[in-house]
């Protein structure tokens, strides 16, 4: 911090000199030269006690650069090593789910085979009378209902035609509704509260409009 004080005056002074040149002003006697010469002095100075310094310094550095160089390499080491295991880990439980897989696919398939071969075995006559009657018993249940079919559906008879609004009274109401909206605000003006300033009438003042009453 010294070191870089002393620099910092040093151009600081060597500026002002040279503002002083600029301006044509006489700077033989000016207290800036004395200064000039006190810094570059210690300058020198400074530059000795570096070059003794400068081996030791040099020493130092190196010293704490093999320090974080066997650092990193220890690191990387336990990384590594940490690395490798979550792998393993990875492998085997993939491993053990891939042949967990594979038994449940395997099982799957020797249940179907079993289905196949006792349907096989089943008279088909007798399947067929089996599920008309229960389809039988069912309708005079009551359990199941027989669906109409889209002719039936659709063949109403005489029906008064209608829009389409008119068929869903909710959605004609809405549409009502906004249509009152539109017709109020061409009736009566909104109120229009004081949050803001004044910036004028928002569909413009008809000069030849009168809406005063005359007083008898």
């Given amino acids: 911090m010294t070191k870089e ?91 053990d789910s891939d042949e967990e897989a594979a038994l449940l696919f395997y099982k799957g398939i020797e249940e179907r085979l079993k289905l196949k071969r006792k349907n096989k075995r089943l008279p088909e006559d007798g399947l067929m009378m089996d599920q008309e009657e229960a389809e039988e018993e069912a309708e005079m249940n009551g359990e199941t209902k027989r669906g109409i079919t889209y002719q039936m559906a659709k063949n109403k008879g005489l029906t008064p035609k209608r829009k389409k609004i008119d068929r869903n009274p909710r959605v004609k109401h809405r549409e009502k509704f906004r249509r009152a909206k539109i017709r109020r605000k061409g009736q009566v003006l909104e109120v229009r509260r004081e949050e803001t300033r004044y910036s004028g009438e928002l569909s413009g003042i008809r000069a030849g409009i009168k809406k005063s009453i005359k007083l008898k």
């Fill in 5 to 95: 004080q002393l620099y910092f005056n040093y151009c600081t002074n060597i500026s002002f000199y040279l503002v002083l040149k600029a301006k044509r002003i006489p700077a033989h006697n000016h207290p800036v030269i004395e200064r000039l010469v006190t810094y570059r002095n210690l300058i020198n100075e400074l530059g000795a006690v570096d070059a003794k310094l400068s081996p030791q310094l040099r020493q130092l550095l190196s010293e704490r650069q093999e320090e974080r160089a066997a650092k990193k390499t220890q690191r990387s080491k336990k990384d590594k090593h940490e690395i490798s295991k979550v792998a393993d880990m990875q492998e085997a439980e993939e491993s």
